[in-house]
């Protein structure tokens, strides 16, 4: 046992600061965001003589432990979508775990080798350490891209309201950026330094939040124009819609369930004297294809039938593909939108970024053999988004699910002069788990950094809403069959935002900063000629 506490001992910081950041994660309050890295980040800067593989451990333990609280529903995943049983599942979490976040350790391998390389000093070290790893926040490929500036969002800190200049990624880098400095005051001895130090960043912070304030307060006191928009969150389970997706059976009685729901809630509507706008339902919500060269399908011909009987102007989730003439023919999760009169107002948005082993398998179109392999079929092919549709007298860009974790995507919609963006999502692959509540405040956090307003529908929960001052409505229950009608702010828009335009150049800033660091961090190995007897600058 004594040899065992021996083994783990090095890793007490690596594992203290996993467990300060992964309870940090949505859902849980972010109550360690500005410091959960200290303890790892004080254990690389005060550690004498670390090796490369003793750095690359203690962070990789790090990230693996973050990972495995703050992503523990992966194992949920594997097993309900992957139909893997529950031992083999918690396997694929672990490996999920193991790799995900690899960009930690990477980020202080690297800063590592700068240190030795470049001779820096410790404050430049540490600088470096928080710009690797925010350069891998941004740049390294992850299926599910969390950062720290959601965080601030989620407990409506009023900093967030910052995005709109400089993205959650922004946000997130200085607050990395805070945790190094804090660790720079704890190495300190020089007391001037460290109140310098303590002041400017309450002051940063301070300036940061009061902005945030002030933004959303703006916002607030324009004039608006409401849209009445009704969301359809019919909770179809995932059998249902899996048995309907290979043609046995359950079509018509979605479409039935959807329908019933939406005439209900038109009804309901009605007696307020406020006709909506149009409605939304969720991802893949008509398991079938939607596309106007397809409407003599059975379920096609049935679902535009019920459609002319709601009278009202509809944007879903179905399946599209290519002509029956044009060879080889290719299928896409669909975004669709039609007139009250169910005709088709424009042609389908397809999904452009597709989920990974749920939607395709990588090299597969290089090497369709692999298609048999994949758990979730043959799976779908990419769009040419994303694309802004006139609907309903607003510029409209549509969102499918996954699309909604990038905010280029995001921005390229906000370039195209998007008025609502329209995001329609099935998480109930996820279950009850964090992830409903995480996908949702990163889908929601688009608006803040684009200020466009944005609706989001899903299959089980959580469908919502939120305008470009960042107040949220809906928020359905999980599991449930919900509708609502939202009355939508729309607040006038400025333009596209800061973050809309240049938010591709942060990741040239970072490496900017990183250089002029690595210019001004350096050791000065001359001796002090002139004063021989002056004691060195730890600092």
Same mark, same amino acid.
């Given at each position: 046992? +004594?040899?065992?506490f021996?083994?783990?001992k090095?890793?007490?910081?690596?594992?203290?600061s996993?467990?300060?950041?992964?309870?940090?994660?949505?859902?849980?309050? *972010?109550?360690?965001?500005?410091?959960?890295l200290v303890? &790892?980040?004080?254990?690389?800067s005060?550690?004498?003589?670390?090796?490369?593989?003793?750095?690359?451990?203690?962070?990789w333990?790090?990230?693996?432990?973050?990972?495995? /609280?703050? $992503?523990?529903?992966?194992?949920?995943?594997?097993?309900?979508?992957?139909? !893997?049983?529950?031992?083999?599942?918690?396997?694929?979490?672990? #490996?999920?775990?193991?790799?995900?976040?690899?960009?930690?350790?990477?980020?202080a391998?690297?800063?590592?080798?700068?240190?030795?390389?470049?001779?820096?000093?410790?404050?430049?070290?540490?600088?470096?350490?928080?710009?690797l790893?925010? %350069?891998?926040?941004?740049?390294f490929?992850?299926?599910?891209?969390w950062?720290?500036?959601?965080?601030?969002?989620?407990?409506?800190? *009023?900093?967030?309201?910052?995005?709109?200049y400089?993205?959650? !990624?922004?946000?997130?880098?200085?607050?990395?950026?805070?945790?190094?400095?804090?660790?720079?005051?704890?190495?300190?001895?020089?007391?001037?330094?460290?109140?310098?130090?303590?002041?400017?960043?309450f002051?940063?912070?301070?300036?940061?939040?009061g902005s945030?304030?002030?933004?959303?307060?703006?916002?607030?006191?324009?004039?608006?124009?409401?849209?009445h928009?009704?969301?359809?969150?019919?909770?179809?389970?995932?059998? @249902?819609?899996y048995?309907s997706?290979?043609?046995?059976?359950?079509?018509?009685?979605?479409?039935?369930?959807y329908?019933?729901?939406?005439?209900?809630?038109?009804?309901?509507?009605?007696?307020?004297?406020?006709?909506l706008?149009?409605? &939304?339902?969720?991802?893949?919500a008509?398991p079938? =294809? %939607?596309?106007?060269?397809? @409407?003599?399908?059975?379920?096609?011909?049935?679902?535009?039938?019920?459609?002319?009987?709601?009278?009202?102007?509809?944007?879903?989730?179905?399946?599209?593909?290519?002509p029956?003439?044009?060879?080889p023919?290719?299928? =896409?999760?669909g975004?669709?939108?039609?007139?009250?009169?169910?005709?088709?107002?424009?042609?389908?948005?397809?999904?452009?970024?597709?989920? &990974?082993?749920?939607?395709?398998?990588?090299?597969?179109?290089?090497f369709?053999?692999?298609?048999?392999? +994949?758990?979730?079929?043959s799976?779908?092919?990419?769009?040419?988004?994303?694309?802004? $549709?006139?609907?309903q007298?607003?510029?409209?860009?549509?969102?499918?699910c996954? @699309?909604?974790?990038?905010?280029?995507f995001t921005a390229? %919609?906000?370039?195209?002069?998007a008025?609502?963006?329209?995001?329609?999502?099935?998480?109930?692959?996820?279950?009850p788990?964090?992830?409903?509540?995480q996908?949702? =405040?990163m889908?929601?956090?688009?608006?803040i950094?684009?200020? &466009?307003?944005?609706?989001?529908?899903?299959n089980t929960?959580?469908?919502?809403?939120?305008?470009?001052?960042? @107040?949220?409505?809906?928020?359905? *229950?999980?599991?449930?069959?919900?509708?609502?009608?939202i009355? !939508?702010?729309?607040?006038?828009?400025?333009?596209?935002? /800061?973050?809309?335009?240049?938010?591709?150049?942060?990741?040239?800033?970072?490496?900017?900063?990183?250089? !002029?660091? #690595?210019i001004?961090?350096q050791?000065?190995?001359q001796?002090?000629?002139?004063?021989?007897?002056?004691?060195?600058?730890?600092?």
């Amino acid at each position: 046992m +004594n040899r065992f506490f021996l083994l783990i001992k090095p890793f007490t910081p690596a594992f203290l600061s996993g467990l300060l950041m992964g309870t940090s994660y949505i859902p849980f309050f *972010p109550w360690a965001i500005f410091f959960c890295l200290v303890p &790892i980040w004080l254990e690389l800067s005060t550690s004498e003589n670390l090796t490369y593989k003793s750095v690359f451990l203690k962070t990789w333990v790090f990230q693996f432990v973050l990972t495995l /609280v703050g $992503f523990h529903w992966i194992s949920f995943v594997a097993h309900e979508f992957g139909f !893997l049983p529950w031992w083999l599942a918690f396997i694929v979490l672990l #490996l999920f775990a193991a790799f995900i976040h690899i960009y930690f350790p990477l980020a202080a391998l690297l800063a590592h080798y700068l240190k030795n390389k470049f001779n820096l000093k410790p404050w430049a070290y540490l600088l470096n350490l928080a710009l690797l790893t925010s %350069l891998g926040e941004i740049l390294f490929p992850i299926i599910f891209k969390w950062n720290f500036g959601y965080a601030l969002f989620y407990a409506h800190i *009023p900093a967030f309201q910052t995005a709109q200049y400089m993205g959650f !990624l922004g946000l997130s880098l200085f607050i990395l950026l805070t945790q190094a400095l804090i660790v720079i005051i704890i190495k300190s001895s020089q007391k001037k330094l460290k109140y310098l130090l303590s002041s400017a960043i309450f002051l940063f912070w301070l300036i940061l939040n009061g902005s945030g304030y002030l933004i959303e307060q703006n916002i607030k006191n324009s004039a608006y124009q409401l849209s009445h928009i009704g969301i359809i969150q019919a909770n179809i389970g995932n059998l @249902e819609k899996y048995y309907s997706e290979k043609g046995l059976g359950f079509q018509k009685k979605i479409i039935d369930t959807y329908t019933d729901m939406s005439l209900e809630l038109i009804n309901k509507q009605k007696q307020s004297s406020k006709p909506l706008d149009f409605l &939304i339902w969720p991802e893949a919500a008509i398991p079938d =294809y %939607l596309d106007t060269f397809h @409407e003599d399908r059975k379920n096609a011909r049935y679902f535009h039938q019920k459609l002319k009987t709601l009278g009202v102007a509809l944007a879903t989730g179905g399946f599209s593909s290519d002509p029956k003439d044009e060879l080889p023919r290719k299928d =896409y999760n669909g975004f669709f939108i039609f007139n009250p009169d169910g005709s088709s107002a424009a042609p389908a948005y397809r999904k452009t970024q597709l989920l &990974i082993f749920g939607e395709y398998l990588p090299f597969s179109e290089t090497f369709p053999e692999l298609k048999k392999y +994949n758990p979730a079929g043959s799976g779908f092919s990419r769009g040419q988004g994303p694309e802004v $549709f006139n609907f309903q007298g607003l510029k409209v860009g549509a969102q499918i699910c996954y @699309e909604s974790l990038d905010p280029r995507f995001t921005a390229k %919609l906000g370039q195209k002069k998007a008025e609502l963006i329209l995001n329609v999502t099935n998480d109930s692959w996820f279950g009850p788990r964090s992830e409903p509540q995480q996908h949702l =405040y990163m889908t929601l956090a688009r608006t803040i950094e684009s200020r &466009i307003p944005l609706v989001r529908a899903t299959n089980t929960g959580i469908s919502a809403a939120i305008d470009s001052a960042g @107040e949220i409505y809906g928020l359905s *229950p999980q599991g449930e069959p919900w509708s609502e009608v939202i009355e !939508l702010k729309r607040y006038p828009s400025n333009g596209p935002t /800061v973050y809309t335009q240049y938010g591709a150049l942060l990741p040239f800033l970072v490496m900017m900063a990183l250089i !002029l660091i #690595l210019i001004l961090g350096q050791k000065n190995t001359q001796k002090n000629i002139s004063n021989p007897h002056e004691s060195p600058n730890l600092d």
